[in-house]
């Protein structure tokens, strides 16, 4: 299996937090809506769109459809070019703010989604896991404003549930030209997936591995390669 941990600072929120670790999944589960976001800018990449890369000679965009099926009746692309996405039995929908930025993305996901609860993926997360996925669903409340995992790396807040009654509030910092995902949640209900819990159900985390670089991309791909040939 291949193993990755990224750690950073960790910072300090003004959120109200509570985990339920232990609760089990719940199987009359709700419909959600499902949201790949692939609109930005891709600028490390000489403009590269980062949901066609190739690991493992797929493109990161079917890897992360093919974690989503089974799981959402509406599923929604949020790109940056429509049209190269029309292949593709999805709703696509573009960014409503001209910035660039996830928060736009997620602006777009919450606005254009037909249920109420939204789970949102970036496109340069190649090894999503559909028990990652069903596990944060599982812990979806009708009370809760967003569902979002909690790794060494930090809360990761485009592997996560948003409630579309967030899109004002949404909108209102994408107007104050505040982009950082997390501060549209002070003061909400977050509930945290504690690592323990992700662990269950991905034991090297790498849901949450994502390309940033070419570097990366050359080294994830060599090792897939290397893991494929060995079976």
């Known amino acids: 299996m291949i193993l990755f941990i990224i750690f950073h600072m960790i910072r300090q929120y003004d959120i109200l937090f509570f985990q339920d670790e232990n609760r089990p999944p719940d199987m009359s589960r709700s ?8 609109g930005g800018m891709n600028t490390r990449f000489s403009g590269r769109n980062k949901a066609f890369l190739r690991v493992g000679g797929r493109p990161i965009i079917e890897r992360a459809l093919e974690a989503f099926s089974g799981l959402f009746d509406d599923i929604v692309i949020v790109a940056g070019d429509p049209l190269e996405y029309l292949e593709y039995d999805c709703h696509i929908v573009t960014d409503i703010f001209p910035v660039r930025s996830s928060l ?5 996901g919450l606005f254009y989604a037909k249920n109420p609860h939204v789970f949102f993926s970036a496109c340069d997360t190649p090894f999503i896991r559909k028990e990652v996925i069903e596990l944060i669903l599982d812990r979806v409340d009708p009370g809760a404003d967003a569902v979002i995992p909690e790794t060494p790396g930090g ?4 592997c996560a549930v948003y409630s579309k009654r ?3 509030a949404v909108e209102e910092r994408l107007r104050q030209k505040r982009f950082k995902v997390l501060d549209v949640f002070r003061k909400r209900r977050v509930k945290k997936v504690p690592e323990k819990a992700l662990r269950r159900a991905d034991p090297g985390l790498i849901s949450f591995v994502n390309i940033n670089s070419p570097d990366d991309l050359e080294r ?3 090792t897939v390669r290397i893991d494929q040939a060995a079976f």
């Open 31 to 38: 419909p959600f809506s499902g949201v790949i976001l692939a």
């Open 104 to 108: 736009t993305g997620v602006h777009a």
């Open 155 to 158: 809360m990761e807040t485009l």
């Open 166 to 168: 967030c899109l004002n």
């Open 220 to 222: 994830i791909d060599k």
